[in-house]
T-cell receptor, first 111, second 119 residues
């Protein structure tokens, strides 16, 4: 059974600071997804990481994947208030590709 | 990007009634759709995989007689919560899987969600 764990679960930080959210998964997976969720809303796709060593960047967010370590990271650079949201990572399970989600990281960025 | 819609976006019903939620892929055909449930401040939990033209596959612990899934066409899956009770109140999110072309990876697109409140 695939398990996906994120840490930290809660993160409060000041604008302008950098921080990293970690996502560990328990069994081999060839890809990893990152999503953003705003309160009361559905998921917004951020990144799809398809191979070992993959790195993708969009604005102040950068995601990476290490399939050997079964670890993905989401790095936030010079945080701004607009990035406040809950961030989920997810890995596909088996051939039917159903997604297993991490617990989510609730990020609050204070002015 | 591809669009997935859900209807209704919000529903309030009395205990004991049944509620149907629709999930549509608007600009692509989806042989597989997924239904998730999310309680407040929690993660998404997969309820079932909806397969066009065949029975849905339910995750362990999900009552198939209570959560009826019908995937009657390549663009529509429905989830019916039968005899709803207050503990069924939740945020229900569907996703539709779009097949990748020319060897590209498949992609899941998420609907906007349906908030169900059972009084």
């Amino acid at each position: 059974e695939l398990k996906v764990e994120q840490n930290p679960l809660f993160l409060s930080m000041q604008e302008g600071k950098n921080y990293t959210i970690y996502c560990n998964y328990s069994t081999t997976s060839d890809r990893l997804y990152w999503y953003r969720q705003d309160p009361g809303k559905s998921l917004e796709s951020l990144f799809v990481l398809l191979s070992n060593g993959a790195v993708k960047q969009e604005g102040r967010l950068m995601a990476s994947l290490d399939t050997k370590a079964r670890l993905s990271t989401l790095h936030i650079t010079a945080a701004v208030h607009d990035l406040s949201a809950t961030y989920f990572c997810a890995a596909p399970w088996w051939f039917d590709q159903k997604l297993v989600f991490g617990q989510g990281t609730r990020l609050t960025i204070n002015p | 990007g591809a669009v997935v819609s859900q209807h209704p976006s919000r529903v309030i019903c009395k205990s004991g009634t049944s509620v149907k939620i629709e999930c549509r892929s608007l600009d692509f055909q989806a042989t597989t759709m997924f239904w998730y449930r999310q309680f407040p401040k929690q993660s998404l939990m997969l309820m079932a995989t909806s397969n066009e033209g065949s029975k849905a596959t339910y995750e362990q612990g999900v009552e198939k007689d209570k959560f009826l899934i019908n995937h009657a066409s390549l663009t529509l899956s429905t989830l019916t919560v039968t005899s709803a009770h207050p503990e069924d109140s939740s945020f229900y999110i569907c996703s539709a899987r779009r097949r990748g072309l020319a060897g590209r990876t498949d992609t899941q697109y998420f609907g906007p969600g349906t908030r169900l409140t059972v009084l």
